[in-house]
């Protein structure tokens, strides 16, 4: 039986030592100044810098990595047709701006699979069972919405229910490792239950990396750029890179919260601890895309086929079948999991993948590989992992951490309250975090900040309290 994301929501309220895709080198020398630098062209960034250019006023970023993109990464290189190695959903089609944005820039959005089939060993699970798992998935999500409402804050690990019985490991799966990247006793409770939900996913046939380096066509960046040191005050800010420093009056930076974290930038002062102890706080969970290209269908699948299986591990992972009609199918780990077999390299996630798939569909599939790729984000040294999730008692670090810090704005994926770990959360970070440099120097009149949208909480996504990828 498929469960349809319908069931899926009633059921309850996802580099590499990557390749260099769509190199965009800057021709011209790196300007000496600037109004606002922007440091790091994901979608947080290349959000900002649009905001800032909108604004009529001077911006440059500067990106260390040779492509537009960060987590946002398409590789049309490898197999010839476009995957995306980070994020591929956008999620919640009635507000997520980066839809409008796609069909703006006249990409191909297309819907996500409707369905997700679950295998129970070698077979496809039965009505009943599928509807026991999404029984199992609706006590799992409620258990950890209501201990986020007690007076400490806990792991998400440690409330539930002690009787999922077969499900447990698909339940633990679908709700952390695969929507966090973190087992649920490292993800937070409150942050859990604070995510919006990520519910019907539209991918870009293009690929999310392509729409992200689109949008970043018009603005001033320079790639291979690496910001190595920032001083900062109330007034102004001094980028330093390899090729130069930038005077800016303001900066907005979108490094990740683990690049954060280790220092990858030096700052003169220092940026206080309770923003350091905050991007600790906000951790990068580990999720890896494993992409084989068979030949002959060996798994019998339809076009962008959604399965997961009933396990009683964590050592088990999410398969997205013929990749958009392609012969490449997607395999993510993730999770403590995916960061131990991600540590041991390409060949060791390849060799788990084909062990899986055969497990779950037959002997053939070795045979049938005829390529293979896979993702290292927690090795990637500009990004250092996948996407944050709050540790127990966290959740109050996003907001810290998107408070300014002298002239610099912090922005990025982990800095958004309730749509962490996602590309749409990021973008709308770059735009706040852009607003609040542009007030601070005096380029937008200091009106009362326009109240959040308010998404409709629920659960989680396209898989029950989970995203769908
Ligand atoms: C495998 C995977 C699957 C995912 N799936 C989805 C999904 O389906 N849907 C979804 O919405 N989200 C998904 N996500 C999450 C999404 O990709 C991120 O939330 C989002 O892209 C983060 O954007 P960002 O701008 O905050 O950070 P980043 O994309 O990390 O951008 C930060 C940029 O800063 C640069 N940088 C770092 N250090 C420096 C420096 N010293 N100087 C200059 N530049 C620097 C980096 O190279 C990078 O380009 C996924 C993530 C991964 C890894």
Redesign the pocket.
Known sequence: MTMTRRDLLSAAA?LAAAPAFGIRAWAAPLPREADIVV???????IAAARRIMAANRKVIV????GQI????LTDTATFGVPFDR??????NPETNPMIKLARAAALDVTTAPIGQKIRIGRRNARAGETEQFLAALVRANRAIDEASRGKADVNCGSVLPKDLGDWAGTAEFVLGASFAGKDLKDVSAIDKARAQERNAALACRQGLGTLIAKLGEQVPLSLS????RVSWSNRDVTVETPSGKIAARAAVV???SN?LAAG??RFTPDIPKRQLDAAAKLSLGS???IVLQLSGNPLGLARDDSVIEQSNSTRTALLLANMAGSSLCSIDVAGSFGRDLAAQGEPAMVAFAMEWLTKLFGSEIGAAVRKSSA?R?NAAP??LG??SSAVPGGQGSRKILAEPVGCMFLA??ATHETLW??????WE??ERAADAALRRIGALRDEAAPAPKQRRRTAPAGSPGA?V?
């Open positions: 996802s440091i790091g062209a994901g979608a947080a960034g500067v990106e260390a990595s993109g960060g987590r946002c980070g994020a591929r959903w956008m999620y750029t690496p910001a190595s979108t490094v990740s690049v990858g930038i999720l890896d895309r993702t984000w500009f990004t996948a996407m990025g994926e770990g996602t590309v749409d959360g990021a970070s770059g995203r990828n």
